[in-house]
């Protein structure tokens, strides 16, 4: 009976190093034998992108409800700054969700390395090339948006802030962008 318990922790154990050595993780040790899969540099570029467009598509509906009903903003300024930001995040939005489905369409079990990695470098090219077109046109709506509230010097402190703290959090997630596309295309 002894020999038994220790077959079956022999071929427990040897399950889970068949399984680390597959990339998956060991779930909790109330139930060992359950594997779960570990998140690939594919998955975390799904899963970013997805994030990013959905949030995009968001920022453009509420961004335009806010700017457009005044704000205390003097003519059609809001509606002008609405529609601005509506603009900025509705191509945004293309962006990342174009990127999303490219990535999504990458089949690392079924193709071969090499176009693996091949796309892998093509998106990240993508994704550069739209950085190089979405960064100008954010510097240019912050600047309609310090023209519109150009009086009131609270906002624009704010908005300095904002722009501060947003370009080290977008640093931050390109950078992160960049790994997972880094550890594709190797």
């Given amino acids: 009976m002894k020999s038994d318990n220790v077959n079956i922790d022999q071929l427990r154990k040897a399950w889970m190093a068949m399984g680390e050595s597959l990339g998956m993780q060991v779930a909790p040790e109330n139930n060992p034998v359950i594997l779960r899969k570990k998140k690939t540099a594919l998955d975390r570029l799904r899963d970013k992108y997805r994030v990013f467009w959905i949030l995009a598509l968001t920022m453009a509906f509420v961004s335009f409800v806010t700017f ?13 700054l609405g529609l601005a930001y509506s603009v900025y995040f509705l191509i945004s939005f293309a962006m990342d969700y174009w990127l999303w489905m490219g990535v999504n369409s990458i089949d690392p079990i079924n193709s071969p390395i090499s176009d693996v990695a091949m796309r892998a470098i093509y998106y990240k090219r993508k994704h550069l090339q739209f950085m190089s077109v979405i960064i100008p046109m954010g510097i240019a709506v912050l600047g309609f948006t310090g023209y519109v509230f150009s009086a009131d010097i609270y906002f624009l402190d704010g908005m300095i802030a904002g722009a501060v703290c947003g370009g080290v959090i977008g640093i931050r997630q390109f950078r992160k962008f960049m ?6 295309s190797e």
Avoid: F, Q, T, V
């Avoid at 457009?68 to 002008?80: F, H, M, P, Q, V």
């Avoid at 790994?179 to 594709?184: E, F, G, R, T, V």
């Fill in 179 to 184: 790994a997972c596309y880094n550890d594709l």
């Fill in 68 to 80: 457009s009903r005044g704000l205390g903003i003097e003519g059609k300024l809001g509606l002008y």
